[in-house]
């Protein structure tokens, strides 16, 4: 949970950019590739679109475009070590936004996947950042995390 509504701001921003790191580094794998991106990515949408809210369905779609960015990001590093640097730079990046930036200085508490981490989670880190990001200009209840 986010208390502060930059912390949830800056999550809605950063965890999208961890996801893409990672299907970045997918797509960089020379047997998998662009087609494992895809279809992972495809498989997330398709798992996150009936959960929860309504608005979680239509945030499941534009997930889609992660993929885009991460085989663009694949298409224009000239190297498998080039791909992987810049996954690994962008994924450490959103980190170091969002722990000790959001939740040390903006909330000073530790980051609920530090103590509640699950492979449901992780899938739906990236709706759930997108979902209750909006509630941040209003006040809200926020449930990312």
């Known amino acids: 949970f986010h208390a502060a509504r930059a912390n949830w701001w800056l999550h809605a ?4 950019a961890e996801w893409t790191a990672a299907l970045v580094a997918l797509a960089s794998v020379p047997a998998a590739g662009r087609a494992a991106c895809w279809a992972a990515q ?3 949408a398709a798992y996150t679109a009936p959960l ?9 779609l534009p997930q889609l475009a992660l993929a885009a960015v991460a085989c ?5 590093a000239p190297t498998t070590v080039a791909r992987i640097a810049a996954a690994a ?10 722990v000790p930036v959001g939740h040390w ?5 530790q980051p609920g996947m ?7 989670s992780v899938v739906l880190s990236v709706v759930m950042a997108w979902d209750w990001a909006p509630a941040a200009a209003g006040g809200g209840t926020g449930r990312s995390e």
């Open 13 to 16: 921003a950063c965890v999208p």
């Open 42 to 44: 495809a498989l997330v």
């Open 52 to 60: 929860g809210p309504p608005s979680t369905a239509i945030l499941a």
């Open 72 to 76: 663009a990001v694949v298409d224009s």
């Open 89 to 98: 730079a962008l994924w450490t990046a959103s980190w170091l936004l969002q």
């Open 105 to 109: 200085l903006l909330e000073g508490n």
């Open 114 to 120: 530090a103590t509640q981490l699950t492979a449901n």
